[in-house]
């Protein structure tokens, strides 16, 4: 990873030189912000106590300023299946290793689509299930039935690669400092105190662009999960990070950069900048420009 030639201070120019090479993440998640690690890291704290993370995903800053905390991690994702995978990761690599070595040998496109209308019994079996499908799902997304909960996307014309012991290592390392839990984020951060850090990535909400014929918005992001996150969970989450502010906990936050969101946090810093988005590379139907405002709001404490 090339590092960004910023004026910063030195315990965080420090931190960032130190994460350089940061764990990979083991799932590809929509969204994810491993591509934007060199943006956001200089704005992570470079001594934190405890971390908070109540939208995991992919996990990307996560692993790449893990080094930073001292204290332990506290993970969080609505989406059970993500999180069986990262509790898999932790606690039972030894069940989980075989099975995606099963996944692996038997890996097609027939296959795909008879593991997804399994129902897995076993929790393990739930995280290897979890990892196969989102490993070569159409763009590596992961999106639900409102009425059955089933993941529901379609191949992805991609072949299996599974998970090498030196990633699996690396990963069960570093999550033996973390709690790793299914929850929202209203459960999740009203523990976090002065030194503590909470980084948040939630679901972007859907941009609409065709109010004359029908709203079908550009980017469905919001469907990882049965519930989806709405605008009201926007303006709750904005209001919980203003309480953080006021209790002396650093935070930041990923999101689209658009009017609304501005507004939702009129005392926070704003960082706007472009970013290229690839969701549709698949698709004939373009659902969002390849270049995509993004924005990295900084709390006030």
């Not at 639900?144 to 699996?168: H, L, Q, Y």
Request: net charge neutral.
């Amino acid at each position: 990873m090339t590092l960004p030639a910023l004026d910063m201070p030195p315990d965080i120019l420090h931190a960032v030189q130190a994460d350089a090479m940061p764990i990979k993440p083991f799932i590809r998640w929509v969204g994810g912000k491993a591509r934007l690690l060199p943006r956001i890291l200089p704005h992570v704290p470079a001594n934190i106590k405890n971390y908070y993370e109540p939208f995991l995903g992919g996990g990307a800053v996560f692993l790449a300023c893990a080094s930073r905390v001292s204290g332990r991690s506290r993970l969080a994702d609505l989406n059970e299946h993500l999180v069986a995978a990262w509790v898999a990761m932790r606690d039972h690599q030894a069940e989980l290793r075989p099975l995606l070595d099963w996944y692996l040998a038997n890996d097609s496109k027939e296959f795909y689509y008879e593991v997804r209308s399994t129902i897995p019994v076993g929790f393990v079996e739930k995280a290897a299930r979890f990892l196969y499908l989102n490993a070569v799902s159409w763009n590596h997304l992961w999106r639900e039935n409102s009425r059955t909960g089933a993941m529901n996307v379609p191949w992805g014309d991609r072949s299996f690669k599974g998970i090498n012991d030196a990633t699996m290592k690396s990963i069960g390392e570093v999550l033996t400092r973390a709690d790793i839990v299914v929850a929202d984020f209203r459960e999740v951060l009203g523990t976090a105190t002065r030194g503590d850090f909470v980084y948040l990535d939630p679901p972007y909400l859907p941009v609409f662009t065709r109010p004359d014929v029908e709203k079908e918005p550009t980017a469905k992001f919001n469907k990882y999960t049965a519930k989806t996150f709405e605008m009201v969970d926007l303006i709750e989450l904005a209001k919980i990070c203003a309480d953080l502010s006021h209790r002396g906990v650093r935070w930041m936050m990923s999101n689209r950069d658009t009017e609304s969101v501005r507004e939702l946090f009129p005392n926070a810093e704003i960082i706007g900048f472009t970013t290229h988005r690839s969701l549709a590379a698949q698709s004939r139907r373009e659902v969002e420009a390849h270049l995509s405002p993004e924005a990295i709001i900084i709390g006030r404490v």
